[in-house]
């Protein structure tokens, strides 16, 4: 199995609704990432998981919540969002968090759009 | 200054043709370099990894200069299937993690 799993795949909701986002992988990895890319934008890192822990928080208002339960599962938790935060959000991981050859293998992603 | 740059294109070529991209990244600690490639409205995946000997994948020939921080994808004999956005990505470690940053992509059309 070497694949990202990310559900949902579209998520339309309101800007008072509570909605979470999921991601799965069962390589092994010991990292794992939220992405957010606006269109014609770049992936931009929200979050780093490193064996299990909240690594790196960049800078992300509080209304995204992550959480990783276990070493195969990350979650994102959105609350009281803006529709400035419609995006694509991608979930990523890696074998650990050094550097190696590589790269992250990414999820298909969750099409997200706040009304 | 960005911290990975690209020329964003478009480039526009007929099948068969070579192409060339280029990429700039400003932090020399940097310790991973990759292409990347996504589809519209899909995940990057990834191309290949980039060394400092420079790496070949069949039609892909990838290079990387650390003294000018510069890396560059070769993409031969064009084929349709392989108009993309390729994103030039550049990692390093710091705080005990390895952090990706992404370019801002350059978009390539393939035409009959």
């Known amino acids: 199995d070497t694949e990202v799993t990310q559900t949902p795949k579209h998520l339309v909701m309101g800007m008072t609704n509570k909605k979470s986002l999921k991601c799965e992988q069962h390589?092994?990895?010991?990292?794992m990432y939220w992405y957010k890319q606006k269109a014609k934008k770049p992936p931009e890192l929200m979050f780093v998981?490193?064996?299990?822990?909240?690594?790196i928080n960049e800078s992300v208002p509080s209304r995204f919540s992550p959480e990783c339960p276990n070493s195969s599962l990350l979650n994102l938790h959105l609350h009281a969002l803006q529709p400035e935060d419609s995006a694509l959000y991608l979930c990523?991981?890696?074998?650990?968090?050094?550097?190696?050859?590589?790269?992250?293998?990414f999820g298909s992603g969750t099409r997200l759009t706040v009304v | 200054r960005k911290e990975v740059e690209q020329d964003p294109g478009p480039f526009n070529v007929p099948e068969g043709a070579t192409v060339a991209f280029n990429c700039t990244y400003s932090?020399?600690?940097?310790?991973?370099f990759f292409w990347y490639r996504q589809d519209c409205r899909k995940e990057p995946k990834l191309l290949m990894s980039v060394y400092s000997s420079g790496n070949e994948d069949g039609r892909f020939t990838a290079q990387l200069n650390r003294a000018s921080q510069y890396i560059s994808l070769l993409i031969r004999d064009s084929k349709l299937s392989d108009s993309a956005t390729y994103l030039c990505?550049?990692?390093?470690?710091?705080?005990?993690?390895?952090?990706?940053?992404f370019g801002a992509g350059t978009r390539l059309a393939v035409h009959p």
């Open positions: 932090n020399s600690a940097s310790q991973s």
């Open positions: 998981y490193s064996y299990e822990k909240l690594s």
């Open positions: 990523a991981s890696s074998q650990d968090p050094s550097p190696g050859p590589y790269g992250y293998t």
């Open positions: 990505v550049v990692g390093f470690f710091s705080g005990g993690y390895n952090k990706l940053i």
């Open positions: 390589m092994g990895h010991r990292a």
